[in-house]
Nanobody, 124 residues
Framework: QVQLVESGGGLVQAGGSLRLSCAASGRTFSSYAMGWFRQAPGKEREFVATISWTGDSTGYADSVKGRFTISRDNAKNTVYLQMNSLKPEDTAVYYC?????????????????WGQGTQVTVSS
């Protein structure tokens, strides 16, 4: 089992920044690729970013490329999502997820463990 706890969400004005954290406990964190997803009201959960279990490979949704950066610290069992130049359309509940593979995938249904989510609200 892997337990994931997100933090760092909040209310920010458009153009601002937030850094989300996801702390993992349980099985070996470095054995899992990690992903960030988000879900806005009335919409399906969508892929945001992913990082390999070593941290040397990353992938992003086109909508956040160049604005968001995913990173991980395996010594601290934590994955981060730095979000810059935030837009109102980034408003959603953000979830981190773990998948027992070397690299993450876009399909949320393939992830093994999920956090409870953290709300990000961007005002215009």
């Amino acid at each position: 089992q892997v337990q994931l706890v997100e933090s760092g969400g909040g209310l920010v004005q458009a153009g601002g920044s937030l850094r989300l954290s996801c702390a993992a406990s349980g099985r070996t964190f470095s054995s899992y690729a990690m992903g960030w997803f988000r879900q806005a009201p009335g919409k399906e959960r969508e892929f945001v970013a992913t990082i390999s279990w070593t941290g040397d490979s990353t992938g992003y949704a086109d909508s956040v490329k160049g604005r968001f950066t995913i990173s991980r610290d395996n010594a601290k069992n934590t994955v981060y999502l730095q979000m810059n130049s935030l837009k109102p359309e980034d408003t959603a509940v953000y979830y981190c997820a773990a998948i027992g593979r070397a690299m993450g995938v876009l399909n949320p249904g393939e992830y093994d463990y999920w956090g409870q989510g953290t709300q990000v609200t961007v005002s215009s």
